[in-house]
């Protein structure tokens, strides 16, 4: 059986790097109200750690076969036993074992760190050299890692609108967008970045056209694709909402936009395949970017981030190949739900945000609606 937990909080974890690191107030909500999410990724016979087992029922309406447990379930668990949190961190390993999980159930502190260190976005920089290299050619300017202030303000000056990024971060945090590279509050953040992580990488601002993934999974020293996600971010590169829809159907429409798509895709599973699976087992996203070039054929980013945990791209690909739905998905406001908004988490008096399908066809709204 395999334990699934909904901790969103991993990147800010990972930035602080601390055992007993406490997720903020906005972290815990998201975590709180969304915590069944892992349902719909979880197959028949796999269990959700949450904090109430009485949604068990709620579970059971949307016809899932997954187990809840709590907390206290944890110390009487069989040796066959895995875990598979949103992400791996030290703060998750350490939970884990104060909610009495035994410690060879767990990564080791070593594979911990080594993920981590994975996770930084220098290993953006290594796929982007791989890919490179594979194809003959470089798709796109790489990102650089600075050091300092006078080299980020030189950066964002040469660069109007570049994205500053501190090198563990993630769903739009700690991401700067270098609109005026001598505001106060630009250097104050930027400094900021370099003195808690030690640096920062720098890249380019593209026109964007299209954000997607491909999602993929590390095993035996292997990472193989689990599917395709095209999504939406606002201007702070923040995840707004993502299509559902069929793998198929979302690879055609990557290839009809950029037709040499799967010589980029077995670039990047290449250096993933090199560069991550060696050292890691599970899931992880490659978020990649088509840009316009002025009238130009649409350009291609092959790395704008590596996320290595699980995504919300996994669970758009998890929504449209194992239950057959299709639409769009989005975390919204619970007050600002909307009659053709289907919610994939329970709404209760005093739950704040909610994650739903907006179904675009009859069938997926007849099927939804009558859950």
């Not at 609108?161 to 590279?181: E, F, Q, T, V």
């Not at 996320?307 to 194992?322: K, Q, S």
């Amino acid at each position: 059986m395999t334990i699934y937990y909904f901790n969103p909080d991993n990147d800010l974890a990972l930035a602080s790097g601390e055992a007993h690191y406490t997720a903020p107030p906005r972290a815990e909500q998201l975590r709180r109200d969304l915590q069944l999410l892992p349902c719909w990724l979880a197959g028949p016979g796999n269990a959700v750690l949450c904090d109430d087992v009485t949604q068990q029922t709620w579970v059971e309406a949307q016809g899932l076969r997954v187990t809840l447990i709590d907390r206290r379930q944890l110390a009487d668990l069989p040796d066959d036993v895995t875990f598979r949190p949103w992400g791996w961190s030290a703060a998750m390993q350490w939970r884990l074992m104060h909610w009495g999980v035994n410690q060879t159930l767990l990564p080791t502190p070593g594979q911990i760190r080594q993920w981590r260190q994975l996770s930084h976005r220098q290993t953006t920089i290594a796929i982007h050299n791989h890919v490179s290299q594979v194809l003959g050619t470089k798709l796109c300017p790489s990102p650089v890692e600075l050091t300092t202030l006078e080299q980020v303000t030189a950066f964002a000056t040469a660069h109007t609108g570049c994205y500053i990024k501190a090198p563990w971060s993630g769903s739009g945090r700690g991401i700067l967008r270098a609109i005026d590279p001598h505001a106060t509050d630009f250097v104050q953040r930027a400094a900021g970045a370099l003195r808690r992580q030690g640096s920062v990488l720098c890249e380019q601002a593209y026109d964007r056209a299209t954000d997607f993934a491909v999602e993929m999974e590390c095993a035996h020293n292997r990472a193989t694709v689990r599917g395709y996600s095209v999504f939406e971010s606002d201007f702070h590169s923040q995840y707004a909402g993502g299509v559902v829809a069929g793998r198929d159907v979302l690879r055609q429409a990557i290839t009809s936009a950029f037709p040499d798509f799967d010589a980029v895709e077995q670039a990047v599973l290449q250096a993933v395949t090199s560069i991550v699976a060696p050292h890691y087992e599970g899931a992880l996203g490659v978020d990649m970017l088509l840009f316009r070039q002025g009238g130009r054929p649409l350009g291609l980013n092959p790395c704008v981030e590596l996320n290595l945990r699980t995504t919300m791209g996994h669970l758009t690909v998890a929504l449209a190949d194992r239950h057959h739905l299709s639409g769009r998905f989005a975390i919204k406001s619970a007050a600002l739900l909307r009659a053709d908004d289907i919610p994939l988490t329970p709404v209760a008096a005093d739950t704040v945000l909610v994650a739903v399908l907006t179904a675009r066809d009859e069938h997926a709204h007849r099927v939804l609606s009558s859950w």
